[in-house]
């Protein structure tokens, strides 16, 4: 059963909002709140705290006033380190690498304006991106992922 957080009210900055090539102070500031923001949750959350079975796999749905088309990346960057480093920092789980934490998307939704964080532990459904992965071509490595169907031709 997944664990929901929810931070009604706020959604993450876009990174063209940030400023992706400005001040790294800028950056540091919304990094700060948001992990302050989601460690908060967790608190609250998680009774008795206690260290999550891993890896944990993070799925995001963040939801707006207006419907419009939005860049995945641009809102995924900061809600995927900020998550990461609340998760260590309040000792739910030892390190935010890949064994131990996967974010894997973001949502848009269109509503009253908040971010959901929906995280399952202790599995891996075969759906991220890391299960996914597949040798490269003329490497000798075997896949054990199915070929994906795409309209792009690969060259």
């Known amino acids: 059963m997944p664990i929901r957080l929810e931070i009604p009210g706020a959604t993450p900055p876009s990174l ?8 790294w102070r800028v950056w540091t500031m919304h990094k700060t709140w948001w992990q302050d923001q989601v460690g908060r949750v967790l608190m609250t959350t998680i009774q008795p705290k206690r260290e999550l079975t891993t890896p944990v796999l993070v799925d995001a749905v963040l939801w707006f006033k207006t419907k419009r088309q939005r860049d995945e990346g641009n809102f995924r960057t900061l809600l995927e380190k900020s998550t990461g480093d609340a998760l260590v920092a309040g000792g739910w789980i030892p390190d935010d690498t890949p064994e131990h934490y996967q974010f894997r998307s973001v949502k848009f939704m269109n509503g009253k304006v ?3 964080l929906l995280l399952r532990e202790g ?3 075969g759906s991220s991106p890391v299960s996914m992965a597949r040798a490269p ?3 000798g490595g075997k896949s054990t992922a199915p070929p994906r169907k795409t309209n792009r031709r690969e060259g």
């Open 16 to 23: 063209n909002k940030m400023g992706s090539r400005g001040n």
């Open 137 to 139: 071509r003329g490497s």
């Open 114 to 116: 908040c971010t959901t």
């Open 123 to 125: 599995f891996d459904d």
